[in-house]
């Protein structure tokens, strides 16, 4: 399993905003961070799942 962190998910998104980001994860269109220690991080897989979900 691999974990993104806040500027990985943004580079894989396109260096999307970070407004527009936890929107679409308020929204349900990306999965929710995991919080190890005190950052958040996000499953690499299950963030393609959500792009390849969206891409359909």
Do not use: C, H, Q
């Not at 929204?27 to 919080?35: A, C, I, Q, Y």
């Amino acid at each position: 399993m691999t974990f993104l962190t806040f500027a990985d998910l943004r580079a894989k998104l396109g260096n999307r905003g970070r407004t527009t980001i936890y929107r679409d994860v308020e929204l349900g269109r990306l999965p929710k961070p995991r919080k190890i220690g005190s950052r958040l991080y996000w499953v690499e897989s299950e963030i393609d799942a959500a792009m390849a979900a969206a891409a359909e």
